[in-house]
């Protein structure tokens, strides 16, 4: 019998909150090597305490977070930075320095990290954003270019250390159905061709469907989730009222 693989990411038991404010309580998953994960639900549900929980920057008031069977919160400060490095975060907006140019944003965490010489470096630096479609785009600076493009400059500082798993916070958000489009398909292409495992925090349901493999859906009235799998399944499939209303916006 062949032996389950273990997941990237398992989720046990987590509880969130900030101080005597209860955010998120009781929640377990997992995430498997390859998967697009998508953590959905309304405004105000805990999207986003979690996705900090996840990278380290929130830490749980109960429960555990593992990525490949290691406990991420019960590491030393060593440990955690030693699993950090396999993550890549796309941030809202791209959260580029606007002081630097594109090509400088890139090459950050190549300068900090990893044991390049300044060539090597420029070389990483053009193949990433080459990556994203911004070739020819390493002296611009983020005032010059369109706010998609800030995305994919952000992605590709993201991108820069090879990471293991890309987290993605609310990334179509603001942009136009085109540009969303067009960042859908670039993690698509990413997964196939870095082999990434990635996480998206998105209510966005174009986003929703084209991309997911698999899903949870956070509730901010009970303050848990209450639906997990693909989207696609949940939407034909789920007898929750507010599932449906999420994924159809009401129109059922």
Known sequence: M???????????????????????????????????FVVMGGSGCGKSTLLKALIGLKEPV???????GEDFWKQDDIGQQKIM??????YQGG???????LGE??????ELYANLNPEQVREVVTLKLALVGLAGYADFYPSEISGGMCRRAGLARAIALDPDIIFFDE????????SAR?????????????????????????SIFTIGNNSIFLDSESKT????GNPKDLLNNSRDHRVIQFLTRGAR
């Open 62 to 68: 109960a429960g555990d977070i593992l990525y490949d």
């Open 225 to 228: 989730m209450i639906a997990m």
């Open 85 to 90: 490095r396999s993550f890549g975060v796309l």
């Open 182 to 206: 067009m960042l859908d398909d670039l993690i698509l292409q990413l997964r196939d061709t870095l082999g990434a495992t990635i996480v998206v925090v998105t209510h966005e349901l174009a």
């Open 105 to 110: 944003n890139v090459a950050l965490p190549l």
């Open 171 to 178: 990334p179509s958000a603001g942009l136009d159905p085109l």
């Open 95 to 101: 959260a580029l320095w606007s002081s630097l140019t």
């Open 2 to 36: 062949e032996k389950a693989l273990r997941p990237v990411i398992e989720v046990r038991n987590l509880d969130l909150s900030y101080d005597d404010f209860v955010v998120m309580r009781n929640l377990s998953f997992s995430v498997q090597k390859g998967d697009i």
